[in-house]
């Protein structure tokens, strides 16, 4: 399987108040690999465009071992890793200075973008690429539990800055809105250990969304987003957290 390496410095821009990775910006450098890669083998999205399609992430699932800080580099190699269903896998491996730090299990989706509907990944990647070789963490789940009553609620509205190509909301952007609906408490004395995403549907330019959070057991969270306007849920994640440590 051909595998691409990108490499990331850690910017200012990058971490949180703490000088830690923020995980929308992890996610950030896992897409850009992924367009890397996809490039590379006559996929990226410009090819799509061409045949009226695009590509938009629809689940990911991200380990986080260690803390990773301001002016670190990053390795990010990725590689795709079969089909599921309607969906093209890609996983990924983050080393610094040689050690691993963290992995990663995508699965991405072909729209149509007339219809806003998928196309099977599976008429759109080569048949070298259907298979499935084991990943470095076992695939997104086909759902996540709903949350409870959820403890934080916070609302935001949609700016030019969340859009992407596709002139919808990005990724990264609901991953920090959902960071966003904790308390402070758990923002000074935890980091982010890992996360699980699952896009549900399209948020567009000028919307309202809710942000929702509630425990989901020792040092875990579920998240809710959901459009004000018609309460449809348009993600659902799950976070874990770990203590900062000394001096972060």
Do not use: C, K
Request: proline content about 7%; cysteine-free.
């Amino acid at each position: 399987m051909e595998r691409h390496l990108a490499r990331f410095t850690v910017h200012s821009f990058d971490v949180d108040a703490f000088g830690q990775l923020w995980p929308p910006a992890l996610s950030g450098y896992l897409q850009e690999a992924a367009g890397g890669s996809a490039e590379r083998l006559g996929l990226s999205i410009g090819e799509l465009a061409r045949r009226g399609l695009t590509w938009v992430l629809a689940r990911q699932r991200v380990e986080l071992h260690a803390s990773v800080r301001l002016g670190d580099t990053l390795e990010v190699e990725t590689w795709p890793s079969g089909v599921d269903r309607l969906a093209a896998l890609r996983d990924f491996v983050v080393r610094r200075g040689g050690q691993e730090v963290g992995r990663a299990v995508t699965a991405w989706l072909a729209l149509d973008v007339a219809s806003r509907r998928p196309v099977r990944a599976a008429e759109i990647l080569p048949p070298s690429l259907h298979a499935q070789p084991e990943h470095v963490l076992p695939p997104p789940s086909a759902r996540l539990p709903e949350p409870g009553t959820p403890l934080v609620e916070r609302p935001f509205r949609v700016r030019f800055a969340d859009i992407d190509v596709n002139e919808h909301v990005t990724n990264a952007s609901y991953l920090g809105w959902a960071l966003e609906a904790i308390d402070e408490e758990t923002w000074r004395g935890l980091r982010v250990t890992g996360f699980e995403a699952h896009f549900l549907a399209e948020v567009r330019l000028g919307g309202r969304i809710l942000s929702r959070s509630a425990p989901d057991g020792a040092g875990a969270r579920l998240h809710q987003v959901v459009r004000e306007e018609d309460g449809r849920e348009v993600a659902r994640l799950r976070t874990s957290w770990a203590p900062r440590g000394p001096g972060a």
